[in-house]
């Protein structure tokens, strides 16, 4: 079962987003997936956010790919560096902010991809009209240019 504060790192080296993450409180008590590797870190020792920063840092990810369509990931493989804990601490600080800014930043694309298809969609249902303003800037533009 995972526990809060346990690193995540996907087993198959494919697709987008982040190889490797901490679990949280949406997390603890779930079952492990038979695609995911668990890594759970003696808070004393190692920072969470630190061994998930290196251990899911792309060429990290790919020296310890096997497979040639589909890539897995052997843990045993992985590379993290010995730093002193207050070391790792304000790389795991790090790692956090980086995490924070992939995740708004993929929140920010699916909220701008709900309201193009929500504008689409009222365009092309009737719901909404083009402005003339922008018809007008089209033109403007020429018949050749693609916006």
Do not use: C
């Not at 808070?43 to 310890?64: H, K």
Request: proline share 5%; glycine share 14%; no cysteine.
């Amino acid at each position: 079962m995972i526990a809060v504060g346990d690193v995540l790192v996907r087993a198959l080296a494919s697709g987008g987003g982040a190889m490797a993450r901490v679990a949280d409180e949406g997390d603890a008590g779930a079952l492990l997936g038979p695609h995911v590797h668990l890594f759970r870190p003696d808070p004393r020792r190692l920072d969470a956010w630190f061994l998930a920063g290196f251990l899911g840092a792309e060429e990290n990810i790919a020296g310890a790919s096997t497979g040639s369509t589909v890539l897995s990931v052997s843990p045993g493989r992985l590379r993290v560096p010995l730093l002193p804990l207050e070391e790792q601490r304000r790389y795991g600080e790090a790692f956090r902010h980086v995490h924070a800014l992939r995740a708004e930043a993929q929140r920010a694309t699916r909220l701008a991809e709900e309201t193009a298809g929500l504008l689409a969609g009222g365009l092309t249902g009737g719901q909404l009209l083009p402005s003339r303003e922008a018809a007008a800037k089209v033109r403007g533009k020429g018949a050749d240019s693609p916006h």
